[in-house]
């Protein structure tokens, strides 16, 4: 029971560590790594607490090392998903009815138990399954996701201490209830922050939550939940399961119990979902929350008194970290003739000095794609702009996968600013580049805001503050984060809330209390002190 006005610990963004060679921590974090690569774990799913294992199991493979087997994960058939609803159910009960402040705890605890002893095995677990090399998995899952777990405490206060104004006589209040139902958590391979902030941030708003990762990041997943197990959090508020996703969805949309869903994944599959729910309506017993980041196709734009060494910069951070498989990377650039020519050596020079091979060794800044599927892919649109008279591949262009997944950063440099991979979501280490005159640059604007479907993350160029101005209002549209002279990518929780809009998703800004908001169902209490007793008012004399 409360008895006082709380004031949570000041959010602040957890410090980077560097993993420099011979640093203690590059040591500790190796020492993890080597220990859980040769191990062959056996991953359940959970329900209500407990562990299931059904015998019908995946295995998973390093991207990197794809003949190897680092363990199998099981997966749940239509039963367990009945099941995952009732245990969601029965633990709202309870979870709906705790304390703001309890809640706050459990996750607050979670951050400093992540800072700490989980760091390692958390880091280790992205790099072996998800392919990170050590400064990447060090920014997603541990920073970040320790970000989202202190801000959206602080957050979490913010939206509850906002109250109504009251008049004499009259006391208004402002409640902030869990919605009515459980959340589907649907969260995508590429970022383990995102794996743990999808079903935590509307776990912290008091709701319950059946949560299914990305077969490809099942391995971090497992660690989430034991960290949510360590930090105090009741059993079946979070429950996580894997298998066929169509037979997941279908049954969780198809609960009277469906509250809302929080996904992170492909565009098509969020309309997807956007169909089922529109014609599950009258099964519900509330409008559902419908909350999704999708696709993007993120883009660099340079004026001609941008800095060419900047804009190279730029374009080889933003495009080819993690192998552009982060959902704001750089993938298609508007760069003037101008500057092209010094651009063009510097990325050049950039991308012939990447090593690239497995996270084990830190030295490499290239690591592989996610999948076979993301390599065909990926490997089929490299062979297609070999073949096209508008494209030409600057550096770049092979890709094997005789032991992993692994395909070069590859710049296409195309005539067409129409050209498929200009507006096309490839998702892996592929920048299309298009070339504009000079004093086309307005127009240039134009075509960029007009190309794609998504609306993302974007990044300007510019020396000359009217350029920017311009370009800025030019582009309003076109990306929910929007960085000018800066890489689109590396938003930080606190800093710059993300999201986007268009085909990229309901822009709700993940690390916000604008996410948190959608996971409250308000309720509006009046109450007076001393109310009349004659129905008559003054003016009926």
């Known amino acids: 029971m409360a008895s006082g006005f709380y004031q949570v610990p000041k959010a602040v963004n957890e410090p980077i560590k560097s993993y420099a060679p011979g640093s203690p921590e590059l040591k500790s974090l190796m020492a993890t790594y080597n220990k859980m690569y040769q191990e062959n774990i056996d991953i359940p799913f959970y329900i209500g607490g407990k562990e299931y294992r059904t015998g019908k199991t995946v295995d998973i493979h390093p991207p990197h090392d794809h003949k190897h087997c680092v363990g199998k994960y099981h997966t749940a058939e239509k039963e367990h998903l009945e099941l995952a609803i009732k245990k969601a159910a029965e633990a709202r009960e309870k979870w709906a009815k705790t304390s703001w402040q309890d809640r706050a705890a459990i996750f607050l605890k979670a951050a400093d138990l992540l800072a700490g002893p989980f760091r390692d095995k958390m880091n280790a677990a992205t790099m072996i399954a998800q392919s990170k090399n050590v400064f990447q998995a060090e920014i997603d899952a541990a920073c970040e996701l320790i970000d989202f777990f202190r801000f959206n405490v602080e957050f979490m206060t913010e939206i509850y201490s ?4 009251s008049s004499a006589g009259i006391w208004n209040r402002m409640e902030y209830r869990p919605l009515e139902g459980f959340i589907y958590a649907i969260t995508p391979f590429n970022f383990t922050s995102i794996a743990g902030n999808l079903p935590g941030a509307p776990a912290l708003m008091g709701n319950v939550v059946i949560w299914k990762p990305a077969r490809s990041q ?3 997943a497992k660690v989430i939940m034991e960290l949510f197990k360590a930090a105090g959090l009741p059993d079946g508020v979070i429950n996580m399961v894997t298998g066929n996703s169509s037979m997941i969805t279908d049954v969780l949309l198809g609960s009277s119990d469906f509250a809302g869903v929080h996904f992170t994944g492909s565009t098509p599959v969020f309309k997807s979902f956007w169909t089922t729910i529109g014609n599950n309506i009258d099964t519900y017993k509330a409008y559902p929350r419908i909350v999704g980041e999708t696709g993007g196709k993120d883009f660099i734009w340079a004026h001609p008194t941008a800095n060419p060494q900047e804009v190279a910069t730029a374009i080889s951070r933003g495009a080819f970290e993690f192998q552009g498989q982060k ?3 750089a993938s298609r650039a508007y760069l003037p003739k101008s500057l092209w020519k010094d651009i063009k050596a510097a990325i050049i020079k950039d991308i012939k000095s990447f090593k690239m091979g497995t996270p084990a060794d830190t030295g490499n800044f290239i690591n592989a794609v996610i999948d076979d599927r993301a390599f065909k ?12 008279v508008d494209a030409e591949i600057i550096v770049g262009g092979n890709y094997d996968d005789s032991k992993g997944y692994f395909i070069e950063p590859t710049i296409i440099v195309t005539t067409n600013p129409q050209y498929k991979t200009m507006y096309t979501e490839l998702f892996g280490p592929i920048i299309t580049i298009y070339i504009y005159e000079d004093k086309a640059w307005e127009e240039s604007l134009d075509i960029l805001d007009k190309t794609s479907e998504y609306a993302l993350t ?4 510019s020396g000359d503050r009217y350029v920017i101005d311009i370009a800025t209002n030019k582009l309003e549209n076109a990306a929910g984060n929007f960085y000018i002279n800066d890489k689109p990518t590396g938003a930080v929780v606190g800093q710059q809330p993300f999201g986007g809009a268009r085909g990229s998703g309901t822009n709700d800004k ?8 959608r996971w409250v169902s308000n309720r509006t209490i009046k109450e007076t002190f001393v109310p009349p007793t004659d129905y008559r008012y003054p003016f009926l004399g």
């Open 162 to 165: 906002n109250q109504p104004q």
């Open 458 to 461: 974007g990044a300007i160029f």
């Open 510 to 517: 993940a690390g916000s209390v604008w996410n948190l908001l």
């Open 377 to 388: 892919k990926l490997s089929g649109y490299i062979d297609q702009a070999k073949k096209d």
């Open 327 to 329: 959902c704001s990377a």
């Open 218 to 220: 099942v391995y971090s």
